[in-house]
């Protein structure tokens, strides 16, 4: 996490980049309303939470692929590490937590994790 930093001041030389990842450069922004984290240990991990038709509910993880959490990431302002592409830990839904997609497959193109190919469902269970 930080900000891309630009160094150089002529033309002819090669610019340097380098990370710059002091606290305050590491700002959490949800750019779409449509999703979001709850429950985890800090604001850059939790249960992934989407909002269908005025109902927030949960994501199930079957047929999850990278491309999804790569989407998310996006929709949420972070960058994604494809060396953690799930979460430490799984963080179960309450029960009267709805879980309101499954199978999702999203692409390069989309760019809403609720309008991606999915299987759209009202249930307590992924089974």
Known sequence: ??????????????LIFGLDDREEFVPMENRTASVRLVEGY????????????????????????????LLVCQQLGLA?????????RQVP????TPIVMSWVS???VDV???LCRA?????????
């Open 119 to 127: 299987v759209n469902v009202d249930a307590r269970s992924c089974s």
């Open 93 to 96: 839904a309450f029960n009267d």
């Open 1 to 14: 996490h930080g900000v891309l930093r630009a160094d150089g001041t002529r033309t002819e030389t090669p």
């Open 80 to 88: 994604f590490n494809p060396n953690y592409p799930t979460a430490r």
């Open 112 to 114: 809403d994790l609720t």
């Open 106 to 108: 999203c692409d390069e």
């Open 42 to 69: 800090n604001d850059f991990e939790g249960r992934l939470e989407v909002e269908i038709n005025g109902t927030w509910g949960t994501v199930c993880k079957d047929g999850w692929i990278e491309e999804n959490s």
